[in-house]
């Protein structure tokens, strides 16, 4: 019953920057992690980024993704972003956000560790 809405996406020149907003239908932060993948059209899925707590937080990054994009968490407004800078085109992709409820299996970067999906929001990224 947990659902996931992604938004915020757009299109942006290349060097500029999006904040993408994934807004959850309970308290999605009592989970174990929250993360953000991507997909371009003909390619397989790719983690973007993930924000852990088991404890302290914890942040992963793809390489891609590292130095350029910051994700993170409002619990009061039961939300998760993923704010990204320099953008370039081939960042270009639907954005998806996942929720980890201890189902799953795998690390952060693995798809196979979340259990709940948002539906995507399209990032283009011109020239």
């Known amino acids: 019953q947990v659902q996931l809405v992604e938004s915020r996406g757009g299109l942006v020149q290349a060097g500029g920057s999006l904040r993408l907003s994934c807004a959850a239908s309970a308290r999605t932060f009592s989970n174990y992690a929250m993360g953000w993948f991507r997909q371009a059209p003909g390619k397989e899925r790719e983690f973007v980024a993930a924000?852990?707590?088991?404890?302290?937080?914890?942040?992963y990054y793809a390489d891609s993704a590292k130095g350029r994009f910051t994700i993170s968490r409002d619990n009061a407004k039961n939300a998760v972003y993923l704010q990204m800078s320099g953008l370039k085109p081939e960042d270009t992709a639907v954005y998806y956000c996942?929720?980890?409820?201890?189902?799953?299996?795998?690390?952060?970067?693995?798809?196979?560790?979340?259990?709940?999906w948002g539906q995507g929001t399209q990032v283009t990224v011109s020239s």
């Open positions: 924000i852990s707590w088991s404890g302290g937080i914890t942040y």
């Open positions: 996942a929720a980890d409820y201890g189902r799953g299996s795998g690390s952060y970067f693995t798809t196979m560790k979340y259990d709940y």
